[in-house]
Each structure stands twice: as C-alpha cells, then as structure tokens.
C-alpha cells in the first residue's frame, strides 16, 4: 500500500497516525496538491490528499473513508468499535474535529490573498466554526482518558491532529488556556510515538 499525501495535511497525519498506531507498513509518497507537477488529481478528482492506494492500486480517498477501510482490513487494534452505534459515536466526533480542520485550513487559505481580497466576516465565520468545535470536544471529554472512555478510537487521533494542526498554523489561538481538559488530554496523545513520527516539519 502507498499512501499519498502532503507532510502538512492534518487529514493526511490523522492516516499516517492510524497507520502507525495499527504498525501497518505502508509507503508514504509526499506530493503537495497546489504544485503545478502533482499527481494528486490522477487518484483523486478532487485533487486532495490524502489518498491511499491500496494493494490492487485501487486508490482510495477521503480520510474518513481511508480510516475505515484499514480498520476493516486490520481490525486489531480497533480503532472504530464494532458496535454500529459507537461507530457512529466515533464519526460523529471525527466529522467534528475534521470540521474543525475544514474551518482552519480556509482561514489559512484566506489569509494567503492579497489582504484587500480578504474577507473578514469569512474569516470570522470560520473563527466561530473552530471555536464552537472545541467547546464541543471540550464538553466531551468528561467521561475518561479519551473522548469516549477508555479506550483510544480514531475519534481521539482526528482531535489530537486538529489541535496539532491548530499548533502549527495558528500558534495565536491560544486554544490550550480557554480548554484545560483539551490540554490535558491532547499533551498525552502528542507524547505517543505515532504523533511524534508525524509532527508536521517547522
Ligand atoms: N475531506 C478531505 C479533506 C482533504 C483536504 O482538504 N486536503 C487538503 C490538504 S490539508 C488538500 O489536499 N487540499 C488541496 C485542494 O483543496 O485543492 C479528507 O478528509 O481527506
């Protein structure tokens, strides 16, 4: 299997977590979707990573779907419970903290124009998306260790690489002093050796 996928890309790291948390071996074949010479759109006609080409060449996007299907193939250790309602309980949580990412990744996008284009009440809306998101996780981690209890689902590694990502664009959200049980939480999963190997480069 290959997986495609830029060094930066939050959706990328949340795979190449999975990947490593699941020690399933996988070659990583860096490509930057808003280079001119990419190959990005020949696997996906989106043109986003990241995509997984699984053994048969078959190529395989976006992460969500990506996070399932190596969860079907290696189901040990599970990182979305058999369950179909905790399944949905885990998505659920994964779509928020991706949404979370969504919202990042076009201010980062808007704030690249020239700043005459740039549209602040966009901006703003986007801030209040990122804002309301980790509330949300924020109210979610009452229960246990991790979003949902006990045990480490593929909900906790799409959060941890959203306030990764948050880090590495937006060092001026201070998102660590407004949501101390985020903080608490997302400093143990940072310390695992899946998010150090993955750590988006300076
Ligand atoms: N929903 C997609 C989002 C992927 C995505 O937005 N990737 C960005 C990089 S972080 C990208 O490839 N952007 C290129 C583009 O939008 O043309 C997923 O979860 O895989």
């Given at each position: 299997?290959?997986?495609?996928?830029?060094?930066?890309?939050?959706?990328?790291?949340?795979?190449?977590?999975?990947?490593?948390?699941?020690?399933?071996?996988?070659?990583?074949?860096?490509?930057?979707?808003?280079?001119?010479?990419?190959?990005?759109?020949?696997?996906?006609?989106?043109?986003?990573?990241?995509?997984?080409?699984?053994?048969?060449?078959?190529?395989?996007?976006?992460?969500?779907?990506?996070?399932?299907?190596?969860?079907?193939?290696?189901?040990?250790?599970?990182?979305?419970?058999?369950?179909?309602?905790?399944?949905?309980?885990?998505?659920?949580?994964?779509?928020?903290?991706?949404?979370?990412?969504?919202?990042?990744?076009?201010?980062?996008?808007?704030?690249?124009?020239?700043?005459?284009?740039?549209?602040?009440?966009?901006?703003?809306?986007?801030?209040?998306?990122?804002?309301?998101?980790?509330?949300?996780?924020?109210?979610?981690?009452?229960?246990?260790?991790?979003?949902?209890?006990?045990?480490?689902?593929?909900?906790?590694?799409?959060?941890?690489?959203?306030?990764?990502?948050?880090?590495?664009?937006?060092?001026?959200?201070?998102?660590?002093?407004?949501?101390?049980?985020?903080?608490?939480?997302?400093?143990?999963?940072?310390?695992?050796?899946?998010f150090v190997?993955t750590r988006p480069?300076?």
């Amino acid at each position: 299997m290959k997986l495609i996928a830029s060094l930066t890309s939050p959706f990328a790291r949340k795979i190449r977590v999975l990947l490593l948390e699941k020690d399933i071996p996988c070659e990583l074949q860096v490509d930057i979707p808003w280079n001119a010479d990419t190959r990005v759109p020949h696997y996906n006609p989106l043109g986003k990573v990241p995509v997984l080409l699984k053994e048969d060449g078959r190529p395989l996007y976006d992460s969500p779907v990506i996070a399932e299907y190596l969860d079907t193939v290696i189901t040990s250790p599970q990182f979305i419970p058999e369950d179909r309602c905790r399944a949905i309980d885990v998505k659920q949580l994964e779509a928020l903290a991706d949404g979370v990412v969504d919202a990042c990744v076009t201010i980062f996008l808007e704030r690249k124009r020239p700043p005459e284009r740039q549209d602040m009440e966009w901006i703003d809306r986007q801030q209040g998306k990122i804002e309301h998101g980790l509330q949300a996780l924020e109210k979610t981690l009452l229960d246990g260790p991790y979003l949902l209890g006990e045990q480490l689902t593929l909900a906790d590694i799409a959060c941890a690489c959203a306030l990764g990502y948050l880090d590495f664009r937006f060092p001026d959200i201070d998102w660590r002093s407004e949501h101390p049980r985020l903080l608490a939480y997302a400093e143990q999963l940072f310390a695992r050796p899946s998010f150090v190997k993955t750590r988006p480069p300076l």
